[in-house]
């Protein structure tokens, strides 16, 4: 599917473990949380047990890693 993330639609998914929008374009471990109305865009890599919930965005060259 392609998803505005606010600069121009792009390819994107939701993420398996919880729901959440992924660009296609992140790096993201499948280990990793994205809650339903969480976004992860960019260039950002989220690896290991991170959680992203809430209505979090994160994007750019964010670098989410381990328990965080």
């Known amino acids: 599917m392609l998803y505005d993330f ?3 639609s792009v390819p994107a998914h939701y993420h398996s473990k919880g729901g959440g929008l ?3 374009t ?3 471990d499948e280990t990793a949380y994205v809650g339903p ?5 960019g260039n950002a890599r ?3 047990e991170a959680r992203i919930d809430g209505y979090s965005k994160v994007y750019g ?6 328990n965080a």
């Open 61 to 66: 060259n964010a670098f989410i890693q381990g």
């Open 26 to 28: 992140v790096l993201i």
């Open 6 to 8: 606010g600069e121009g």
């Open 22 to 24: 992924v660009a296609d």
């Open 46 to 48: 989220v690896y290991g």
């Open 37 to 41: 109305y969480a976004m992860v865009y």
